[in-house]
């Protein structure tokens, strides 16, 4: 199987990076690549990414990670909390808890 590609950091991984015109002419041994030898393919079209074959299980993995909770009211609640008790221990917040805290709150209501 000889396919002009070359080597790309996806994330953390390797994968490899083909054209989408040489995907189309491709397609069943790629889909192969991808199900059987657990390889990612990048594909490109005029040499940038446009989108990606992963096999089934690398697709589990990334919609199990959609599927995990946010941080729920209870969680802000028990960090008010945290925050009060660090106020009456130190007589002020820490310098930069109360800025991480409202990123998180800000992050969590987008």
Do not use: Y
């Not at 059987?36 to 990334?62: E, F, M, N, Q």
Request: avoid cysteine; charged fraction near 25%.
């Amino acid at each position: 199987m000889v396919f002009n590609t070359r080597k790309v950091f996806l994330g953390d991984t390797m994968a490899r990076q083909t054209s989408i015109a040489e995907a189309r002419d491709k397609l069943s041994l790629l889909v192969n690549a991808v199900a059987h030898g657990h390889a990612r393919i990048v594909l490109t079209s005029r040499g940038r990414p446009k989108a990606a074959l992963v096999g089934l299980d690398d697709l589990a993995a990334i919609e199990g990670l959609d599927a995990l909770p946010g941080p729920s009211e209870g969680s802000f609640q028990e960090l008010d909390a945290l925050a009060v008790r660090i106020v009456q221990r130190r007589g002020a917040m820490l310098p930069d808890s109360s800025d991480d805290l409202s990123a998180l709150r800000e992050g969590a209501e987008r």
